[in-house]
């Protein structure tokens, strides 16, 4: 393989700094996933442009050999500074670990840059960014193909099953489950939030306290499609908090 350079424009999910004061991040751009090296980059100017969740253009170069690629330059084309903020911080910080998890180099492209950025704006604008999250959360996972089953329970196949699916996270019907069946609210969200519109499910809100059976049945749908998403236990908000039990 020849060297090259190339332009990237993408956005900052995942950032790590080596001993050595490499920083190597994984941005998400609108032709796939790229992980690139900014050797000795933590003591110049590219420490502060190549924070997470930052909107970069960036010039590219892949060496002869398959070794990490080298970010030479980038320039700062947006940032959402409210993602500081910790309510919004931690929604932003669990879709970036989703989209790195979800989405390998070169697929989906577009519509999943188009997705994630969108994300990311609705979490720092938004007045409600956990809705965003869970949102789009189940929006990406429709872009990547992996949709949770709904019209029959995931265990024996039976119509219109209304209960949660503790292990696999998907819906069981009243013969198979061990827990009550979700509330009106939470299954119309989750049998229709992938089709959905994003616009329609951000004016119908699931009430607050429905919300961490349906954040514990996208934890276990994920994770036993896709492998634990590193870091997201810590960030799924609490789910078995006294308050939550007692509604
Ligand atoms: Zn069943």
Redesign the pocket.
Known sequence: MRSRTANRNGIVIRRRVTPAGDIIVTLLTPQGKLKAVARGGVRGPLASRLNLFHHVATQIYQGPHNDLASVKQAVLEGALPRLAEPERYAFAHLMAEFADALFQEGEFSEQAFDLFAGALRGISHQPDPEWVALVMSYKLLGLAGMVPQTAR?A????PD?AHPDPLAGQL??A???ALPAYPAESLDFLRNVVRRTVRVSMETPVPLHQRPALWRALERFVTVQIGSVHSWRQLVPATDSPAVALV
């Open positions: 329970c265990r024996c196949g039976q099953p069981l019907c013969t198979c489950a």
